[in-house]
């Protein structure tokens, strides 16, 4: 594995989240009946830094978070992350639901917490918001707000937080 090499910095993954949140509410004519739901582990940090930006510029949305880790087509390959607890303590039915992740890569992922989301009810609209979209989808899954595409190659690792966005 290489070195990491920071491609955003604390500044750019800010910018970005703030863009991301004006777009969310443009897209949905204000706030109104939106929900933010982070995916355990990447996307919660992620979706409560949205929920604060969306605050900033209007109102306050509510922001739970989802372990799908159950809901994996590939349960046996992956270890399910001890620890992990979806909490969503709001009405999904009805709801736009926005699925934030911090790294959308194969979209296995995103397909495994749509599965989740239907425990809690039948939302109006599912919506997606990435971090970083890394290219490589192995199912038809597109997000629908991005901070940044970047392309990578399938055997480069992208790790995204706060603090940036790096590659190794």
């Given amino acids: 594995m ?3 090499k920071q491609v955003l910095g604390p500044d750019d993954v800010r910018r970005a989240v703030t863009r991301m949140a004006h777009e969310i509410i443009e897209r ?3 706030t109104s009946g939106i929900a933010l739901v982070g995916l355990q582990r990447g ?15 209007g109102t306050t949305v509510p922001v739970g978070s989802v372990d799908c880790s159950l809901y994996r087509d590939d349960i046996g390959l992956r270890p399910v992350s001890p620890g992990s607890v979806s909490q969503i303590d709001f009405d999904v039915d009805g709801a736009t639901i926005v699925l934030v992740d911090d790294v959308l890569y194969t979209g296995r992922t995103v397909k495994a917490a749509l599965d989740a989301i239907t425990d809690y009810g039948r ?3 599912v919506q997606l918001a990435v971090l970083v979209d890394r290219g490589h989808r192995e ?9 940044k595409n970047l392309p990578t190659s399938s055997d480069e690792q992208v790790a995204a937080t706060a603090d940036g966005v790096t590659i190794a």
């Avoid at 199912?139 to 901070?147: E, N, Q, S």
């Fill in 2 to 4: 290489s070195h990491p």
């Fill in 28 to 30: 949905n004519q204000g």
């Fill in 43 to 57: 996307g919660v940090w992620l979706a409560e830094a949205l929920g604060e930006a969306i605050a900033r510029i």
């Fill in 123 to 125: 939302p109006t609209a």
């Fill in 139 to 147: 199912l038809p899954i597109r997000p629908d707000f991005v901070g």
